[in-house]
């Protein structure tokens, strides 16, 4: 079954710091998001990407956080300078037109 | 989006049928409504999606009544395994965002 992947499994990063989050939709997918869930928390939409376009973004998704399709197969969610409450598991999801979308494994991010 | 009412908790034990139900009573015409599984630090997982009376897959059921005010996920013979939080979701298909609620954690007792 065709999944959605994600690198790194954990990623720990100073304050200020810039990061790039990564993740490899399911190939015929047309519709990508970013998602966080603090940890104990419920799982917030961030931001939608269809059309090499972002169609839809929450207030989180603020000047410092950014994405990008650099080519046919991955997504990337950059955030420029990190904070400490940036830290959270963080899913990249993919949906065809019409169903049901489909999450990765996550990024656990820690902002020390 | 619709908003979406669960229970907070459910217990069961194994080998039972687990229904959870979800109120949506702000449900629009084009929306539909899609159910996801959670396990500790991983990511949602989809279960199953409907518009209208049931669904079923080889995973659950979904029921959906005539008025789609409210949807039941039924869980046959559940195991351990299938002890996490559990979510409704109400939207249009091309969903451009979803907003996930606090869900049910779901308690599977041997």
């Known amino acids: 079954e065709p999944e959605v992947t994600q690198t790194p499994s954990h990623q720990v990063t100073q304050m200020g710091q810039e990061v790039i989050l990564r993740c490899v939709p399911i190939s015929n997918h047309l519709y990508f998001y970013w998602y966080r869930q603090i940890l104990g928390q419920k799982v917030e939409f961030l931001v939608s990407f269809y059309n090499n376009e972002i169609s839809e973004k929450s207030e989180i998704f603020d000047d410092q956080f950014s994405v990008e399709r650099p080519d046919g197969s991955n997504f990337t969610l950059k955030i420029r300078s990190t904070k400490l409450e940036d830290s959270a598991m963080y899913f990249c999801a993919s949906s065809e037109r019409g169903t049901g979308q489909y999450f990765g494994p996550g990024t656990r991010l820690t902002v020390t | 989006l619709a908003k979406t009412t669960q229970p907070i908790s459910m217990d069961s034990y194994e080998g039972q049928e687990v229904n959870i139900t979800c109120s949506h009573n702000n449900i629009a015409t084009n929306d539909y409504i899609t159910w996801y599984q959670q396990f500790p630090s991983q990511g949602p997982r989809f279960i199953i999606q409907g518009y209208k009376t049931k669904v079923t897959n080889e995973v659950a059921s979904l029921f959906i009544p005539a008025d789609r005010k409210s949807s039941t996920l039924s869980l046959p013979r559940v195991s351990l395994s299938d002890t996490a939080v559990y979510y409704c979701?109400?939207?249009?298909?091309?969903?451009?965002?979803?907003?996930f609620g606090s869900g049910t954690k779901l308690n599977v007792k041997p």
């Open positions: 979701l109400v939207g249009e298909p091309n969903f451009n965002k979803f907003y």
